[in-house]
């Protein structure tokens, strides 16, 4: 099977566990006649999604007892905004996804646009980024690890962002000040302005319940924001507002 029929072969490896109560690598590369390395990503992302359970040359079933509640979805106005960001992107553009939820949404779609070149500080999107069909040149901006934000800060992570540059950044925020800009909880701006500096298009994503939304840490002013992506519920008046601030205002249609 190809990346295209990586779904399938999963849940095809999760029958056989069911089976055979284990699941050797090399032989699971033998009957799906794919490499080791593509089984082991499978059996990795099986485990991070608490499904089953590694052990050496294969997994084994999860047991009863470290079976948790299952992972929250993403709205549907999440994944609205996440499609019309990736409908930004142009084949073989060089991207910086920052660590969030509603940024790592776009990665299930990005699979569609070949030849990409991203950048994040979140292991989380790397770790998805490693899955999809196209799978892009991945970068790490490296540094130091923050829980708070489950990202990567600090001055070592803000060295690498300057080594290169980009065509855009995605953003989320924790707020959207309609007098100031998008704002956060997290008081480590640092990083999230040198995005902004070394990106040619800031793209900030967020949920429209977000816009008007009042915190006093200011991640990056209007003056740094081109495109502003929400969902349709965002009052009109509002977006008037936004739109008077010179940024691309995106109103995304939830399906």
């Known amino acids: 099977m190809s990346k295209r029929n990586t779904p399938q072969r999963r849940h095809a490896i999760l029958a056989l566990l069911n089976e055979q109560g284990e699941v050797v690598v090399d032989a699971l590369a033998q009957h799906f006649a794919t490499s080791e390395v593509t089984i082991r990503k499978d059996l990795a992302e099986l485990e991070k999604n608490g499904l089953l359970l590694r052990r050496y040359g294969g997994a084994v079933p999860m047991p009863q007892e470290l079976i948790g509640e299952p992972a929250q979805p993403i709205s549907r106005h999440k994944q609205a905004i996440a499609r019309a960001a990736v409908g930004l992107i142009r ?79 995605f953003i989320g925020a924790d707020g959207i000040d309609l007098e100031r800009g998008t704002t956060t909880f997290n008081e480590l701006l640092g990083l999230s302005r040198v995005m902004a500096e070394v990106a040619r298009e800031v793209i900030v994503m967020v949920e429209s319940d977000k816009v008007g939304r009042r915190i006093p840490n200011l991640e990056l002013p209007w003056s740094s924001v081109h495109t502003l992506i929400t969902d349709d519920r965002l009052d009109s008046q509002v977006a008037e507002q936004i739109r008077a601030r010179g940024v691309q205002l995106i109103l995304a249609a939830a399906s």
Do not use: C, K
């Not at 070149?117 to 196209?134: C, G, K, P, Q, Y």
């Open 91 to 169: 084949e073989h553009a060089r991207i910086i996804i920052d660590s969030g939820s509603t940024t790592a949404a776009m990665i299930p779609q990005l699979g569609r646009q070949p030849g990409l070149v991203v950048m994040t500080n979140s292991l989380n999107v790397a770790n998805a980024l490693r899955d999809i069909e196209h799978e892009p040149v991945l970068l790490m901006t490296g540094g130091t690890w923050d829980p708070h934000s489950e990202s990567f800060q600090g001055q070592v992570a803000e060295q690498v962002l300057r080594s290169y540059d980009f065509d855009q950044l």
